[in-house]
Each structure stands twice: as structure tokens, then as C-alpha cells.
């Protein structure tokens, strides 16, 4: 039986929860902080139930970092009470498997714990390694923004790193898709094994497979032995880009890996096996792929992460705006009518546009006699865009 340990203060809901739960679990209950600790020291644990009286998150999330601090391996579910939402998003967000209502019935939570049981055991290579799994925002630095759909962006990187699933990562182009797979990366069990990116988008065809697969002499003229991204990532981490730019032959090799974790080089008799976790991503709508075999793309999306366009957070742009200026080191700072105009633009190119806008213009506003000086409504260069995207919101 799973062991499981139930931190409750309420005295009577604990014994009416323990009830509850020994006939599927091994439990053990603790009321305060120090028994917690203390539970956490000398037993290891499957599961990890806590319970929240008050709404405000200040008082809720030292316990939670306290359990995943101890155990950072162990998935927690929370009992919250009825209300602001604002207390299960903040738990999720530092880290929380699940949150039920502390009024919910019994057979709700059993069945919240059945579903969180049903994730770790299905294979001893898609769970976390216990112990790995380190604490922090992922990419913090990176990842900017303080809008809900990024807090719940960076929640469900956390979620993802705990498992060896496939990820496919969606948004448009500039969002930031690679930087999300290598926040995945860094914050899984592979953190210390490489990471490889290849852009399926920029190779050609002919070459593609020999630079995933790898080659063997006489596999074609001038072909060398040499191995592909598969192997010299195993044991970590292979992010694919554009991956609806694969063509028929790589596809049914991918699937071939993520079937049954074997590759075959170009030219070669037999196959080896390897272990790599699979990232991918792709800026187009997957209701509209073309060329992508059903089978493989059910594979590819086990998981599927979705990067938010800039212009669906207009809050977060102050925040990377001054975070690039701050990077390109000039020293140059943003008056309000050309932070405004920032904030007030549809943002097409995305993070990365906006990126570039802000170095163009701080190299604008620099002045070669006086040194660096203030970003004005003038300095601000949008850049090239196609015609026919979104036009900006301010005049």
C-alpha cells in the first residue's frame, strides 16, 4: 500500500480523513509543523495531503515549500477553503499537484488521489526521481511576467519536469518555445544531462534524418560513421522545432522511438536503444497539420504546453521591456510616453520583436557626446512586419 501523510491541524478531521483513507493507504497524521518535519525525516511518503484553514496564500505557502523542501519528489495535494480563487492558483503555482475543496466529500478526494496515483505508476521511467526535483521558479529570469497566464505557464513547467512524457510546446512564433523546453529540462530529473535543439524548419530533407538518426560509412557517397542528436543526447533531453516540417521518412522513425526507445543510423543492420525525453514544438494551429502522421502526433502531445502571445499580456510588457534594456547594458532608461507606446502595440513578432525594439531604440537614444540617454516616443522603431497583421492599438 502507498504511504501517505495527512497534515491537519483540525484534530476531527483528521481522524474522519484517516478513516477514510486506510483501507487504500498506509497514513499518518500530523497536526503541527514540527511533527511534519519530523514525519518527513524518518519515513519516505507516496503522497502528501495538507490541509489549509486560512484563505490567505502568506500563511498557506511555508507549509507547502516546507513539504517540498523535505520530500521535492512527492506530489501534494491541498484541501483549501471555499473562495478566492486566487489561494489554489498560488499553490499550484509554487508547486502543488491538485487543490479540493476543504468541503468536498470524502469520494471526491479519494478519487483526486486515485488520479494522482495513476500518474506515478505507470512506468518507473516516467516519474521523477525523488530527491532532483529542485525548488525555484522555472526560469525565472527568463520566463517573464507577472500576468495570470504566465504564472500558470511557469505552474505547468513545473508539472511537466516531474515526468518523462513527451511535451509539445504551441504558441506563436517568438514566444519563447525553446526557452519553455529548457526550463522543462533543467527542472527534470535530466537536469544534469545535455540538452540538444535541432530546428526541423532549417535543415533539409535530405540531411534532416542522417542529423537525428546518425550515419554509417557507405550509408550514401561520402557518408561517414557518425552518431545523430539522438545519441549524443541520451540520458537527457531532444527538443525538436517546427516539428510539422518532418518529413514522412524521419516521422515514422521518430515514431519508431518513441514506440519502443529505438533508433537505427542510416545504413546501419540493426538498431540501438536510447534514452531521451522528447520536447517538441510548433507555431502552427494543430487543427490545421498537414503531412503529420495521426499516430505520431497523438504521441507528441501527451503533454502540450501553450505559449501566450505578447499581446493577450499586455501587463508583462514594462516588466520585459526594462529586463532587455537592463540586459543590452547602456545604462539607458524609458520615459512614460515610449513605454506607453510599448504597452499600447499588438506585439506580432512577440517577446522577440519586442526584444529588438527596445535594444534598436536604446542604441537610438544613445548620444555619442554625452553617453547614454532616455528612450523617447521617437526613438521607438517597430521594425519590418508583413502587411496584413495586427495593426497597433496606440496612436
Not at 24 to 40: H, P
Not at 128 to 148: H, K
Amino acid at each position: 500500500m502507498r504511504r501517505v501523510l495527512l497534515w491537519e491541524e483540525d484534530e476531527e478531521e483528521r481522524d474522519v480523513l484517516s478513516a477514510l483513507l486506510e483501507d487504500e493507504y498506509l497514513v499518518r497524521t500530523v497536526g503541527g509543523r514540527r511533527d511534519a518535519e519530523a514525519a518527513l525525516r524518518e519515513d519516505s511518503w507516496d503522497l502528501l495531503i495538507l490541509g489549509i484553514r486560512d484563505p490567505d496564500p502568506d500563511d498557506a505557502l511555508p507549509s507547502l515549500r516546507l513539504l517540498r523542501t523535505y520530500v521535492p519528489g512527492v506530489p501534494v495535494l491541498c484541501r483549501v477553503p471555499d473562495g478566492d480563487p486566487s489561494l489554489p492558483a498560488a499553490l499550484l503555482e509554487e508547486g502543488a499537484a491538485a487543490c479540493v475543496p476543504r468541503g468536498g466529500s470524502g469520494e471526491d478526494l479519494k478519487a483526486r488521489l486515485r488520479r494522482i496515483r495513476s500518474a506515478l505508476a505507470i512506468e518507473p521511467v516516467c516519474r521523477e526521481s525523488p530527491g532532483t526535483y529542485p525548488c525555484g521558479d522555472p526560469e525565472s529570469r527568463i520566463l517573464l511576467g507577472t500576468s495570470a497566464s504566465m504564472r500558470a505557464v511557469r505552474a505547468r513547467i513545473r508539472l511537466f519536469a516531474r515526468y518523462d512524457f513527451p511535451v509539445l510546446i504551441t504558441g506563436e512564433s517568438g514566444t519563447g518555445k525553446e526557452l519553455a523546453a529548457r526550463s522543462i529540462h533543467r527542472l527534470s530529473r535530466r537536469g544534469s544531462r545535455p540538452f540538444l535543439a535541432v530546428n526541423c524548419g532549417a535543415l533539409p530533407e535530405s540531411i534532416l534524418e542522417s542529423e537525428l538518426f546518425g550515419t554509417e560509412r557507405g550509408a550514401y557517397t561520402g557518408a561517414v560513421t557518425r552518431p545523430g542528436t539522438f545519441e549524443l543526447a541520451d540520458g537527457g533531453t531532444l527538443f525538436l522545432d517546427e516539428i510539422a516540417e518532418l518529413s514522412p521518412g524521419a516521422q515514422a522513425k521518430l515514431l519508431r522511438v518513441l514506440e519502443n526507445g529505438e533508433i537505427r543510423r542510416l545504413g546501419a543492420r540493426a538498431s540501438s536503444s536510447c534514452d531521451v525525453r522528447l520536447l517538441s514544438a510548433t507555431n502552427a494551429d494543430l487543427a490545421r497539420f498537414r503531412g503529420m502522421r495521426f499516430d505520431l502526433l497523438e504521441r507528441l502531445e501527451t503533454l502540450v504546453l501553450k505559449l501566450p502571445p505578447l499581446r493577450e499580456r499586455p501587463e508583462d510588457i514594462p516588466l520585459l521591456a526594462r529586463h532587455f534594456l537592463e540586459k543590452a547594458g547602456l545604462g539607458t532608461e524609458i520615459d512614460p510616453d515610449a513605454m506607453e507606446l510599448l504597452s499600447g502595440y499588438d506585439w506580432p513578432g512577440n517577446v522577440r520583436q519586442l526584444r529588438n525594439t527596445v535594444c534598436r531604440a536604446a542604441v537610438s537614444a544613445a548620444d555619442p557626446g554625452t553617453g547614454p540617454g532616455i528612450i523617447r516616443a521617437e526613438h521607438v522603431d517597430f521594425g519590418c512586419r508583413p502587411p496584413g497583421l495586427l495593426q497597433a492599438r496606440a496612436e
